[in-house]
């Protein structure tokens, strides 16, 4: 019974934060700042006016946890549930298994993050200039992104045994540091180079400037290498720490 309603409360939990909080930045911007906003804001964000930039933060924040909460916890209930010495043991691929995890919550996700989009939309979003084209090759990007950084999760809640703490403090700092609500820029300094150790901020980057703004990814190329380098480097260090963690536990099973 709770792993078949687990998934259905996750989703409807999450679709409802990425809602109010879309809501929330509607009648703040509307009610309490009367449409004003900062110069710097449209400097930072290339004149993207602010209820889009919060909508599309909150969709793609969205899709983030929901992919890393799925990946990042797949081992975790393997262990709850006694089965992870029986996959430690077997001979299949930990990469596919952990693809195979992240495509099944990819089905998810999506649905989540077009449900807020909608939503976003009819309170006034600008979602008129989506290329299609640059929105699958984003999207490629992103999900590189995240699944890497969902594999180095795993691998840390396996070695801590720990699931709710350690995700609830890195979803809590990707919302505050990744760009989810304002412009990166805000932050102090020392922040913002905090900030580019997650991929979501360059997810929000390209998707904001590319996707709705329409501008051409070759002019985000630094982006693209940059995401693609840390992507790599949360691969590197989350199969080699899951291959010691893995050890550990063979052998204080047998």
């Known amino acids: 019974m709770i792993r078949r309603a687990m998934p259905w409360s996750f989703m409807i939990e999450r679709v409802l934060i990425g809602c109010y909080t879309v809501l929330f930045a509607y009648f703040i911007y509307n009610y309490m700042f009367e449409g004003n906003i900062d110069e710097q804001f449209f400097q930072f964000t290339n004149n993207m006016d602010y209820l889009t930039f919060v909508i599309v933060g909150a969709s793609v924040y969205t899709f983030a946890v929901s992919t890393l909460m799925n990946v990042g916890r797949s081992l975790m209930t393997e262990l709850r549930e006694g089965t992870l010495e029986t996959l430690l043991l077997s001979p299949g691929s930990r990469i596919g298994y952990f693809l195979g995890t992240f495509l099944e919550q990819f089905i998810r996700s999506l649905s989540e993050f077009v449900v807020i989009l909608l939503f976003g939309w009819i309170l006034g ?3 008129t200039n989506i290329n299609p084209l640059s929105f699958i090759v984003v999207f490629v990007l992103v999900m590189i992104g995240f699944f890497s950084q969902g ?3 795993a691998s840390l809640m396996l070695y801590v045994r720990d699931t709710f703490i350690i995700q609830n403090t890195l979803f809590f700092a ?3 540091l990744g ?3 304002f412009p ?3 932050l102090p300094v020392a922040l913002q180079h905090v900030s580019y150790i997650f991929p979501l901020t360059y997810a929000l980057h390209l998707f904001r400037s590319v996707v709705i703004g329409g501008q051409s990814i070759i002019l985000h190329v630094i982006t693209v290498f940059e995401l693609l380098c840390v992507s790599v480097t949360y691969v590197i260090i989350g199969f080699v720490w899951l291959s ?3 050890r550990k536990l063979i052998e204080t099973s047998f």
């Open 125 to 127: 979003a600008n979602l």
């Open 244 to 246: 010691k963690v893995e």
């Open 184 to 186: 990166v820029q805000y």
């Open 179 to 181: 760009g989810m609500t």
């Open 151 to 153: 594999v180095f999760l």
């Open 174 to 176: 990707m919302s505050f």
